[in-house]
T-cell receptor, first 106, second 117 residues
Framework: KNEVEQSPQNLTAQEGEFITINCSYSVGISALHWLQQHPGGGIVSLFMLSSGKKKHGRLIATINIQEKHSSLHITASHPRDSAVYICAANNNDMRFGAGTRLTVKP | GAGVSQSPSNKVTEKGKDVELRCDPISGHTALYWYRQRLGQGLEFLIYFQGNSAPDKSGLPSDRFSAERTGESVSTLTIQRTQQEDSAVYLC???????????????FGPGTRLLVL
């Protein structure tokens, strides 16, 4: 079993839909990261969480430390949100989920 | 302001040769990470530098891989006697000091695409 599990692997949505991507981890962490990898390969850090909830624009990330679970939500999804979203557990090193490939259709 | 830069952007080498990849972090960032991403696969952690502490080398896949960092500036990742399976994009990220002495949000460089023939 992988130390960081993401679901779903692939997700197709219509523009405007609310999207949730889930991440479960089995290792101890100092922080949980959500990353976005664009089709061209560039990686952007979306959130770094150690507790609670963070919001940035249409993106919301939550974490439940006791349950070792985090979610990334996208409200009012748009085709430009199409990317691979990666969850990573950070405790000095980084353990990555396999990523969720999101496609938002107009 | 400049972001994280990496050089070269692309490198083609012959099997058995050594390669050196360079990462220039954002000024003031105390933490620096190296990652690898093989074609069609996920990210793999290689090594983590934090300030003057001993680096976390737990992700280096073999003793052919080594990395150095001079203080809180440039880092080089060296792969000796390259093999075809080393072909990948090598990504560097840096982060400022975070809360409680840990690392903060990571800023990624554009990567070096390595192809070993």
């Amino acid at each position: 079993k992988n130390e960081v599990e993401q679901s779903p692997q692939n997700l197709t949505a219509q523009e405007g839909e609310f999207i949730t991507i889930n991440c479960s981890y089995s290792v101890g962490i100092s922080a949980l990261h959500w990353l976005q990898q664009h089709p061209g390969g560039g990686i952007v850090s979306l959130f770094m969480l150690s507790s609670g909830k963070k919001k940035h624009g249409r993106l919301i990330a939550t974490i439940n430390i006791q349950e070792k679970h985090s979610s990334l939500h996208i409200t009012a999804s748009h085709p430009r949100d199409s990317a691979v979203y990666i969850c990573a557990a950070n405790n000095n090193d980084m353990r990555f989920g396999a990523g969720t490939r999101l496609t938002v259709k107009p | 302001g400049a972001g994280v830069s990496q050089s070269p952007s692309n490198k083609v080498t012959e099997k058995g040769k050594d390669v050196e990849l360079r990462c220039d972090p954002i000024s003031g960032h105390t933490a620096l990470y190296w990652y690898r991403q093989r074609l069609g696969q996920g990210l793999e952690f290689l090594i983590y530098f934090q300030g003057n502490s001993a680096p976390d080398k737990s992700g280096l896949p073999s003793d052919r891989f080594s990395a150095e960092r001079t203080g809180e500036s440039v880092s080089t990742l060296t792969i000796q006697r390259t093999q075809q399976e080393d072909s990948a994009v090598y990504l560097c990220a840096s982060s400022p000091p975070g809360l409680a002495g840990g690392a903060g949000t990571q800023y990624f460089g554009p990567g070096t695409r390595l192809l070993v023939l």
